[in-house]
């Protein structure tokens, strides 16, 4: 006959055994898997704050600019941009602060602006806006090889027409008529029969058909 008694004699043995050994590594790992999901609700809780703060400050931004507060503005953009530049609120500041700098005629202090937004955008499409933006203030302040050197390779997607007319406009400044039509046309035939700027860029090519 079987000692049940003497065999849960052994298993607790054996269980107190196993338990000096690997006791510590078990409590180890349960803390460690406790901790760890209270740090990541804590990580969770921060990023969250964090963007909550960063669209408040973005909201100031958007609020100092249509009250044409330049000074606000540009303390809201470099908050932003130094302090959240983790956050898409960053790069979208340096487009605003850009945007509102041209509409002033400070073509140079809307430059650095663009860049930060180019080189710091996670979002393509937001980069590939900086970047068309950058060249056409390059263009609109004379500097034509800083312009031309920005052209993307290859062209983001969505965004055929837009670089095709600044192809176009950088073409007509050298003063090759040519190819300033062929990089208008291709342009047009990247713009949908409504678009507003369709009818802007076919005057551009149909100005250079009309000057030959």
Avoid: C, H
Avoid at 57 to 77: H, M, P, S, V
Avoid at 89 to 103: F, Q, S, T, W
């Amino acid at each position: 006959m079987v000692d049940i008694n003497a065999s849960n004699k052994d298993e607790a043995e054996a269980l107190k055994e196993w338990w000096r050994e690997n006791g510590r590594s078990v409590i180890a790992g349960i803390l460690l898997g406790v901790f760890g999901i209270v740090g990541w609700q804590q990580w969770g809780n921060y990023t969250k704050n964090r963007a909550e703060a960063a669209s408040a400050q973005f909201q100031l931004l958007a609020d100092a600019i249509n009250k044409k507060d330049a000074a606000g503005a540009e303390q809201r953009a470099e908050s932003l941009m130094v302090e959240f530049s983790a956050t898409p609120y960053a790069p979208l500041a340096g487009l605003m602060i850009a945007k509102m700098k041209v509409a002033n005629g400070d073509l140079a202090g809307a430059q650095p602006n663009l860049q930060y937004a180019i080189d710091n955008a996670k979002d393509s499409a937001i980069a590939a806006i900086a970047r068309a933006r950058l060249m056409r203030v390059l263009l609109a302040a004379g500097d034509v090889a800083a312009a031309k050197a920005l052209q993307p390779s290859p062209v983001p997607a969505g965004f055929l027409a837009d670089f095709a007319e600044l192809r176009g406009d950088i073409a007509v400044v050298e003063g090759r008529q040519t190819d300033a039509r062929d990089a208008y046309s291709e342009a047009i035939a990247n713009l949908a029969e409504t678009d507003g700027n369709r009818v802007i860029v076919e005057m551009k090519r149909d100005d250079l058909a009309a000057s030959k």
